[in-house]
Structures are given as structure tokens and as C-alpha cells.
């Protein structure tokens, strides 16, 4: 799940579509989460609200990158290899902002459900992070991206599991269930990401199989990829319902 | 008993003076809040300056009365603390 010029197809439209889903739901809980901490001025609260404030801004750079780019790259009349170079640029340019505000989004979480209050422990995360997402836009591959965001997001799903366990409340649940999803949906991209990323994978795939296994293994990689997507339209879902439950139920 | 934030007090207040018909005296407002005097004083000021509650004059008594935008206030919280609650955090 990289912000790519080459190879848009229905896939990349279904993507921007969820994106601008998802981004619709992170700015809601975003702004509830902005309330609770209006209303009680606990930290905590506003930091979830910058996190969901982050996904937000990340899902929309994605959702507007994907059209945006490819009306350019495959529609425009006497496109210069120049242009395209640019093109290149500007793609890997919304790659860093993507991947800085996910990952920075991620941590803030994983941060929030550690409990450490210290604030050089959360500068020491963002340097990391912002290392990270520099090192991403010059090199596009998803693999590094997206294991950090496993490695983040796992942390985070063991916590509110946990918090599940304790109250044992469907809204618990689905919070729970949407973050699962989520990271589930990002170990999907990293597998789908592998083969370009690694030349030897490839050389050794072809010679231990034939050429045409790479064939079966782009068929295999799209079916991953749609399953991400899949896994993660329904991680803004299981969101959406806990936004939908306080705003009409009221059953626990 | 896990302790109660800022917001579930509020909404406690709030809610004991929705179910009180919107109108309560100081004492029932400190036995029912489960507050000290100190920092029951402390929230009725901020409610006062917030506009969600009001102090009236009952016969030379006074009591305290929960405004429309307080009534709003308790729905919207719910709301919150039904959200914050599910993150856990």
C-alpha cells in the first residue's frame, strides 16, 4: 500500500474510494475525541484526537494522490520524460507525507496505550519515525512501512483487547476488531510489497520455478492486495459502528 | 471502584439535577454528586461560567437549575464517554 504511478487499475480506485471512507471516519472520532478532551483536558484525549486528525490527512493525501497522479501519467497528450521524472517526484514526495503521518499516527497510539507519560520517549518515536518515512522517499517499497506499522499496531491491538476483556462491551469490541483489522490489512500490503523489493526473491523464484511462476505470483499478489483492502474497509466499519452506537443506541 | 475523570463527574452532576426534575438543592447536589464540598463548589462555578447550570431563587432558598444547553451537554457526553470509553484509554 505505496502511493505508485505505474500499474492503476480498478484496484487503485477502490483504494482511493475506502481511503476517502476511512478518512470520513478518522476525522469523526477525531472529533470526538477533540471533545472529550474540551471537556476533561486530559492529555490522552488529545493526543487520540491529533492521531485520528493524522490518519485523516494521510487517507485524504492517498485518496487524492491516486486520481490525481494517474489523470496526469496516462491521460495527458505529449507527456515528456521529463514530466514523468516529475511525476515520479511528486508521487514520492506524497509517499513521505503518507507514510510520516500514518507511522507518527501509529506511534502516538502505541504511545497512548503504553502509559508513559514522558515526552522525550514520545520525541525519541518521532525522530524515529521521521527517519523512517525520510529513508521511504527515495526508496518505494511498502515492506519497511508496513512491518512498522505490524509492530506498532500489534502493540496497540493487544491493549485494547485487553480493554475489551476488562469491559466486555460490543463498542470495546469493535474498536478492538478495527484495529486488528487494520494491521491485519497492513501484513496483506507488506506480502503483496515483497517481490519488488527484493531482486534475489525474484532471481531465485524464477530459477527454482520457471518464468512463469511470476505470473501466478502477480494473480496471488492481487488477490492480496484486494484482501487488504477488504480487511481494511472493514476496520473502518467495525469504527464506524462504534461512531454509529453512541450516536443512536445505547445497548452495551 | 475506579475513579471517576472530569467528564463522568460533570455528566454525574448533570444527570443527578435531569432526574431531580432540573432543579436541586446545594445538599442533595453534594450528597447525590458524592463530592467534597471544596471541589463541588469548584464544579458548580465552572458549570455556572459554562452555562450549563444556573442559580435560582426558590422562596429566599437557593437551588440550582440545569440550563437547555446543560440538557444538551449530558446527551453529547454520553456520546464522548461512550466513544472515549471503547478506546480505553
Redesign the interface.
Known sequence: MIIRLIGINWLSILDALIKFFGAFIALL?GI??Y??FK????R??KL?ALGFFLITFELLVYAIAIPALYIFYNFKPEITDLTRVLLLRISHLFNFFFILATLFAYTLFAY??SKIESKSVLILLGTLVFALASYSFSFVSGVGFNLTSILLLGFVCY??I???R??R?K??L??AAAFSLILLSHAFFAITDLPSTSNYLTSFLKIAFGQNIMQYISSFIQQLYLLGHISQLFGYLSLFL??L???YGKKK | MERR???QI?LDILELMQRKGGNIKPTHLLYGGNLSYDRLKKYIKELEEKGLIMQVNDKGKTRYRITDKGLNFIN??????????????
Open positions: 472520532i470526538y475525541a471533545k472529550a471537556a476533561t483536558e486530559k490522552e484525549y487520540l497512548l496505550y491493549r485494547t485487553k480493554n475489551y476488562e469491559k462491551s463498542n470495546s469493535y474498536v462504534v461512531i452506537r453512541a450516536q | 475523570n472530569r467528564l460533570i453529547e457526553a454520553r456520546k464522548i464517554k461512550e466513544i472515549t470509553d471503547a478506546f480505553g484509554l
